[in-house]
């Protein structure tokens, strides 16, 4: 290990793949997120271990065919939601809610979704 290229390359290497914490995404690059989805919690109870501030209520609906696979639904509704709070600064969604809106085996599947955005305060 005595080669002057390689122990600069590695250690080059081991201190990039340190260097970030939130995944390289649609969301890195862009100025409208002020905090990453990744990192927003969301919960359907209050969050009383901290002190925060609501920010506003987030919302979101996503439709399917009765022939798609539905178990993605939860999921994107989830994501979308917490698009709209990582736009507001928000650290996590209380008082989450989901609600299947004209669920039949004939039309399109709807599920719906809404919460309240929150930052943590010091």
Known sequence: MNNPVLVPLLLSLGLGACASTAPKDKYSDSSIYKTHPHFIRITDSDLQQRPYEVLG??????????????????GQLSERMKEQASMLGADAIIFARFDAVDANELTQHELAGHGSAIRFVE
């Open 57 to 74: 209520e987030v919302s979101a609906t996503v439709q399917t065919s009765p022939s798609s696979d539905n178990q993605a639904m939860p």
